[in-house]
């Protein structure tokens, strides 16, 4: 005999109690285990759709601009040659966002926007797929996405609407605005799954696009592109050449001139002349060229053109002039006087007009000259003049360098143009102050520059966010090293990086992403919560029922001598084997729990991550945590419960005795009233409190308050339960059947709480956590909601540069609107950086979210709902005041104030401090953005964003010109005028956008679509929670019929005496059912009361609580609870009573 | 031999001395002891200064109505219920004095108890019931196996030491509950009806064996009775009523 041998004697004894025992531990283990492997699923999910998305890709290059396609054979080849073991092909190709419509006349144009690829070989991208349907010619290939939603099948037409590719900025004062979108019409040649090319992208997205194919000769002749790409793809067909694949094509990328956007020619005089098709060039190319040229004297110059230049009643109209410090020695000066002096450096105020221009003006030194033109960049499409005086200081003659025409950089539509007349410049020309002789210096000069200032002085007249140099002028003495005399010859020696080619690891990038924002195991633990407390509340009740029964035998192990801790010893050992038994089973069905769940997220719960493709994958990792979390969760209720027994003492465990209450009488009823009244009084005063912790604190005092309110509670009517032993039935009184009910109750103190506990606690949950539930349309277009009193939302491919506001900015880009509606709105433009959506949409890891640019006039509108905000008066101004706050640190190296909606600062972006905390993001070009979170919206229509002042954004992003986000403010008083209601107004707004503005790409969607859509993702968690709370829910009641069953065996006996004293069954039966009733409507009081003691913060931000939903719970569990007690009653009752005093007697 | 009689006689009466010295110092004696339970209105008094001496290889009997309380003397003397007042010594020792860890140790060595209802474990042989208080202590030892066999043997059950308490008549589980509360050599022995449940004959046997291993083992016997029969047997009889205890009169 041995403690072991007594162990496995009891186990194989009890067989049948334990298994029970172990079935509740394997409830648990089950839902625990799956909810780990959810997480696990989720991970490999998306993991998985990035592979899917990605294909073979392993790397890219996204340039900022298109190069040649032949660099991909240049590094292919060098690849193969310098590094066969990492070869790999690399695809040149072009992906640009386009637009295709229908071209039926006959049927309502549909529209849609898609990502459009054009790629080489692109079938090796998926090698293992079906052939690659490769388009020719003027066909297209669409993914089902786009087919659907455009209505089209195979071998219909369409048209294909391509944004023009201007190089210069459009808000540059030479920049293209508004070009009108090509229009290609095209067949469709084939519509293919949402799979392989139906479904790849380089957007870290679970979602499908929209997405077109077509050749990338045939888009390089729509877009007049001579063999262009602007993307090449890396797809090693090897594992073993995938690692560090990036960084190896980074250190073979040999780009040339024209892959770095610049040119290089060499004027009359030798001078090398560097200038890049952006016009103005980008401060950071400008430090690369300096560096490669550092050993060669070197002269920027900025180049303007002056609408005109005048002195005294003469002009001359549309001149360029150029902005350098004169050289005083070959090659790069002197530029000489008519008398063939050097010229010296200017002064500030002061200017050099060419011998032309000074006869043309009658000017002489010392004579003023007034220069007029065009602010360097336009806003909304609104030239600025400006007007500035200089003195003459010389005449320069027409020689040398002062007439060479590369002081001005190609600007197509202007200088490639045979006379003035035939210009096509982007802004208001005025053709007819041409003269002649303008037309005869054009022809023989072209565009040479009429004057010179100082550098300083064009820089601060004429440089802006594109940068401040236009020209460098190199010496010729670089000609042998950099090759060629005209054109672009030889490699630059420049960090590709610098000039924007860089080579992401996309592959490591997108699988780093699926990691994901949120942690599904821990979100499914949590949604799955209630049942594995209901499985561990049935596995107690199991247990202690189990043991209960052997109460006298651990009564004689008390009184033989084992010491209490043994005995504990003892039983514990017995539970772990059970709990350990119990949770293998459990985790072995733990797969199906989870396989239950993600059928549920590709179904009912879809909106909230927003595929269907979700595998199950079980990782070892999380069955062992499971196993043994479930184990150890089951051992402590066990345990708890078996602590409880063993401190009987034993004498009245050798009399039967199970709880220390029967033992020890009612004298602690009292305390546990006052230990309730106690705890509620705190948890009221925690409940206060809400209002003074941070936003980050609150949803975790929620569940401490609420908890607390509801084990406050519990113990308050645990104390009240033990009261009723106070009740008596002695004396004649009223209602004698519910006064006994109440004696019954209060006899199992215990047993009576875990039915009301069970039942409270789930109403508890499912009412508190459906306080959460957003309806976007409560609060209707209200100014301090998350739709900040906007209508409509619009967003558009290519950038609008006019100004909606006002009539001509309408009149540019042709949108028409009822003036009386025209009055009443206002549209907010928003500038954006292009970056993934770090919404709740999607559940990928984001590194590089969408900027916007808020403009000055919706910071002092104001609007929207803020959680938190750096300044609570005008928590908009933030976003400019923010800089000066920074610490000290000078506006450029501040970091930038952001504000941020709550949920995209908590979830997606991990910022948990709030308003005050610093984070970087990625800035597409390899560098990091430093931000600061100075404002956290709350459940707005910005999820997603990072929302920076406009001002700095263009500091940030000046590659970014126009507006591509608009928030449509429509402002009616129908009492007040004869204009349709509302509703009807921004039918007409949107539908006049989406129509005038279809060049551009317009889509809209109503705030309230938008507040939907994402309240759709906390919505279906909730539903979620809802659903796996009805599952606990139904467990519960599982285990309640146990327990009722159970205890209605035990009172056979009482029972039977009632009946044979002559009580009816009917009447029995009731009383039973008062004793349910009586727990039940305790366990609904307590779980609604907490969770209004929880949710009341909450309630007036949102009041959509499904009560209906919750009531109907609650009444389905009076149900069931009634149902099974009456059952019980009916089953145990239906023997003869003298049969149960027999057995009783004997 | 005169001088080796005087030497035997002086033997004998040294051990004899010597065992009844041994005798005195294992003796129960319980002071002044007192019992009452809280109820809803006053409290209960059980038992009112209860005093007894008993020394090893005596017995006694208490008897008594229903409620008086002889169950909880009982329960007080063996360690199972504290008393409200008084104290109890057995070889010196007050159990109530003892932390719990030593009371438990006090039950397993020093105190037998034999209960109405038998309380073996069902999942377990006679032999391993027999054995259950080594258990308490780390484990039986090949001299407690062989003690439990020769109890067994001693109350007729040296066939039956495999066989379950489910495969046993009533009065053969009461012996084996006998056998078990001798296993660890206690001074003191309980029997709290101990042929409650028993027909006449199997009462009979179970008193005898009782008797006969008690005077065998030369421990304290206390036997609370419902039966004339059985407290007939013992050396003296005490009557408890009204939280008192009595002699009873010849």
Redesign the interface.
Known sequence: ???W??TI??L???RWPNAAVAAGVAVAAAVLCGALIVGDSMRASLASLAQKRLGNVEAALIAPRFIRAELAREIERALAEQMPEQAAPILPGIVVDAAVETSDRRAARRSVHLKLWAVDRAERIFPDQAPFPEPHGESVVLNNSAADRLGVRESDAVILRLPSQGEIPAESVLGRKSEPMQSVRVRVSRVMDDEAWGRFGLETTQRVRPTAWVSRSSLCEWLGLPDRANVLLAVPSAADNRVNLAEVLQRQLRPDWDDCGVRIEQSPGGVLVVTTAQLVMPPSLESALRRVFADRPIQPALTHLANAMACDDRSIPYSTITAVDFRSKPPLGPICDVKGRPIPPLRDDEIVLNAWAAEQLRARSGDRVTVVFFEPEVEQGRYRERTTAFTLAAVASMTGAAVDRAWTPRVPGITDQLTLGDWDPPFPFEQNRIRPVDDDYWKQWGPTPKAFVSLATGRRLWAGRFGETTTLRVAPEAVESIGGRSGLGGRPNVDPAEVGLIFLPVRWQALAAAVGTTPFQWLFLGFSGFVIVAALLLLVSLFRLAIDRRS??L????????????IMKHVLIEAAVVASLGSLVGTALGAGYASLMLWGLRTWWLPAVGTTQLSLDVGAASVVWGWFIATAAALAAMGFAARRLIEI???AL?AGATSAADAA???RSNRFVLWGVGMLVVMAVAGAAVAFVPERLRAVLFFIVGMGSWASLLTLLYGLIGQG??VTIDRPACCALLRLAVVNVAAKRGRSLLSAALLSLAVFLITAISAFQIDPGQFGLDRDSGNGGFALIAQSLRAIDHDLNTEQGRAAVQLILPEEIARKTRVFPIRVKPGDDASCLNPYRISRPRVLGVPDSLIERGGFAFAQAANRDHPWRALRDGAEAGGGEPAENAPTPVVIDKNTAMYSLHLWEGVGQEFAIDDGSGGQIRMRVVGLLENSIFQGDLLIAESVFVRLFPGESGYRYFLIESNFDAARSNAPPPAASDAVLRRAWETSLSDYGVETQTTVERLAELAAVQNTYLSTFRSLGGLGLLLGSVGLAVVQWRTLLERRGELALMQAAGFSRTRLTVLVLCETWLLLGAGCAVGLASAAAATLPYAAARASTPWIAILLLAGAMLAIGSSVAGLSAAVVLRRSPWAELRRELR | MPAVDACVARLRGTVVGALAAREGMNALVVNDLSKQFPTRSEPLVVLRGVSLRLDAGENAAIVGPSGSGKSTLLSIIGGLEPPTGGNVELAGDDPWRLDPQQLARFRNMRVGFVFQEHYLLPQCSVLENVLLPTLAAGGPSRQSVERATMLLDRVGLANRLEHRPAELSGGERQRAALARALINRPLLVLADEPTGNLDRIAGQNVAELLLELQTIERTILIVVTHSRRLADLMQRRWELADGRLCPVAE
């Open positions: 005999m041995s403690a041998r007594l004697n009891s194989t004894h009890y006298a035998e009564g004689l192990m008390s009184a033989v001598g084992f010491a209490r801790t043994r003492p034993p004498r050798l009488g009612f004298g032993r106070a």
